[in-house]
């Protein structure tokens, strides 16, 4: 998997797919970090349809709900038409004072589907989380 993981880093993903797809048996045949790791590359080639299977495979997985994968699962069943399903799977990661990359691709997605005034919403709901956040870790000496 480290030839696979290399193969990410030089933006070789179809050989990088290869290389996972082909540990996916015995003990591995369920094993989450290589289905998050083939979730993420089957988006990077573009083969959405792989990305949501894969990303079904673990959605059930804690790590997956604060991970990238999920993510990349959103824009997968955006890009496959599936927009209810991608607006779904981005409101589950719209936690307040948590997922701020979650939340920005939430904003990303929504100027991209022509939701400005809801984008705008996430994005000054982040600013004040990050505003009342700043005052209660001000140093009480600068008074």
């Known amino acids: 998997m480290k030839v ?36 993420k590359t089957s988006y990077l080639r573009e083969d959405y349809n792989s ?6 495979c673990i959605n059930k997985n804690r790590e997956f709900n604060k991970s990238g994968e999920k993510i990349v699962s959103a824009w997968s ?12 799977l981005f409101n589950e990661m719209n936690i ?11 904003i990303k ?3 991209e589907t022509g939701d400005s005034h809801h984008a705008q919403e996430i994005l000054n709901e982040i ?3 990050i505003n009342s956040m700043e005052g209660g870790e001000k140093d009480p000496r600068e008074d």
Do not use: P, V, W
């Open 4 to 39: 696979a993981d290399e193969n990410i880093d030089r933006g070789l993903y179809d050989e990088a797919f290869d290389l996972y797809n082909s540990c996916l048996k015995g003990i591995f045949s369920n094993n989450q970090d290589l289905l998050m790791k083939l979730t």
């Open 127 to 129: 600013t004040s989380e």
């Open 109 to 111: 997605y929504s100027i």
């Open 77 to 88: 069943y955006h890009y496959t038409g599936n927009d209810s399903k991608a607006k779904n």
């Open 51 to 56: 990305a949501i299977n894969f990303g079904n």
């Open 96 to 106: 307040q004072f948590d997922n701020y990359k979650h939340r920005i691709e939430f």
